[in-house]
Structures are given as C-alpha cells and as structure tokens.
C-alpha cells in the first residue's frame, strides 16, 4: 500500500465530479449517463453506486441500473470519464483518471447518497464491473478510504471481473489492488476464459483473506470471458495493456445468474432493518 499522502495526491490529479443533484426516474434513461435515480415511493431506500467498466458507461450498465431500480435501489451512476476528456482508461490512466482517483469518485458518490432523505445512509453499496470493479477492490480497504479523506465507505462493495494483479506505474512504487484489511463484505464474481483479468490471480488472493477470517466470497463463471454480462460487445477482440489476446462473449444466462448472486449478497450484506 502507498501511503496515505500519495494516495490523496494520486487521487486528485484529476478534479471532482460533479455529482446530479435531481432524482429522476428510470424511464428517462434513455441512454448511459451520469444520473441518480429512485424508485418509486418515498423510501428510504437502499442504494448502489455504479461504476464503470475501462471505457466508459454503456448499455450493459444501464441494464443494472434498470435491474436496481426494480429491485427497490436508489442508483448512482458514476461517469469517471466523460467531464475529464477521457474517453477510455483500458491502456493506463488519463488526464489524472486513475484507479485511485476511480475509488475516490465511489466514495464522493456514497457521500453524495447519504445526503439524500430517501436513501438508507447505512445500505450503500458499490457495485463495480473490470476498471470500476479494481477501483472498487481499493475502496473496500479501510487503509484507502481513509487515505482519500472519507470516515466511512460502502457496507458492502461487489467486483464483477476484476483485476487483483499488483500495479506497476512508471517511476512509482507498485501497490496491489486487493489489500489484506477488506473490513466490510466483499464479492467478487469471475470467469475463468478471462484472459483480460484471469481469476487465477483473485483467486489465490481471496482464499488467503477467507482463512484469516476476512468477510470475502467470490464465484467462478466455467468458460466465462471478460464482460459476460456486455452484450454490445459480444465477439470483440482485443489486445489489452498487458499484452494478452482478450474476447469478449455475452452471456445471457450467466448475466442472469450473476444478478441473482448481486442481489443475493446485497440482502444478506445489507440487511432491511426490522
């Protein structure tokens, strides 16, 4: 782990969002953007923060936002990119857009949640998918939510794909994505054809942190790729940062199930008060 001063400085190359202030509801999602939305109903609600993929918001998270809000979850879209001028992070950070700066954002959105009437200050949790998902790992550690100046972070914080190999920056220190201090509930969901983010380097991980007693669980997709869940990008092929030759197959079923599995983890993480 850096220390904390680096962390804040890492975390703030880039400036805050700005974060919607208006609820709407789900039906004016015509299209993936920074929004808040909530049920209907005067709540309180639970709420879920969500966070990106490398390359920016898309239709595959609007579908989750869709699936939160009938599900009775206020839901935060985050946009790390698009007020920065960034349109993708898949080969490195940009314009100050960092993992640090990534879980920095999660929790300015957790923050801004807690202020709102109709949300449920001590359900929030974050829900992060490859880039959102590392940055999501971060923000899962006391050490980092101190660092970047917040006294609380998510009751419970949910990783689709994501990477937990250490990171190498140029004329910095490495630092690892996944830290041994995980204090609130953690999932983790994997597919084990994902050359992008393989799980066998999450997976050896998480098992030394279940036998210290840590609250993480995870799941393993057989013959799932990276971004299972990305139907508008089902057959793309890439080679990503790492050098890795990397495809991408929509899989309906496992969506279903891996929703399933989320919502699952969120009631038992996030229990409804009596």
Avoid at 85 to 95: E, I, L, R, T, Y
Avoid at 99 to 105: K, L, N, S, Y
Avoid at 182 to 195: E, F, H, I, K, W
């Amino acid at each position: 782990m850096w220390e904390p001063e680096a962390i804040y400085r890492g975390a703030t190359i880039a400036q805050d969002l700005v974060l919607p202030e208006a609820a709407e509801t789900v039906d004016r999602l015509a299209s993936p953007r920074m929004a808040l939305i909530r049920p209907d109903g005067t709540g309180p609600f639970p709420a879920i923060v969500l966070l990106h993929q490398c390359a920016g918001l898309n239709q595959a998270i609007a579908v989750w936002a869709r699936t939160a809000i009938s599900r009775g979850y206020v839901v935060l879209l985050v946009d790390s990119l698009k007020s920065r001028n960034v349109k993708s992070v898949c080969f490195g950070p940009q314009n100050g857009v960092n993992f640090f700066r990534g879980a920095r954002d999660a929790l300015q959105a957790a923050e801004h949640l807690r202020r709102q009437t109709y949300v449920e200050r001590t359900r929030i949790a974050l829900v992060g998918f490859s880039w959102g998902a590392m940055a999501g790992l971060l923000a899962a550690s006391p050490h980092y939510v101190g660092a970047l100046k917040f006294d609380s972070g998510f009751a419970a914080v949910a990783s689709f794909y994501p990477g937990c190999f250490r990171v190498t920056p140029k004329e910095r220190p490495p630092f690892d994505l996944l830290n041994s201090d995980v204090s609130r509930p953690l999932l983790v969901l994997m597919g084990d054809a994902d050359t992008e983010t393989p799980a066998s380097e999450c997976i050896n991980r998480l098992e030394v942190l279940k036998r210290s007693g840590l609250p993480v669980e995870w799941h393993l997709y057989p013959d799932a790729t990276h971004c299972w869940d990305c139907q508008q990008l089902h057959g793309f092929s890439k080679i990503d940062i790492r050098g890795h030759h990397v495809e991408y197959h929509f899989r309906p079923d496992l969506t279903e199930d891996s929703r399933d599995r989320l919502f699952e983890f969120l009631d038992r993480a996030m229990p409804r008060r009596q």
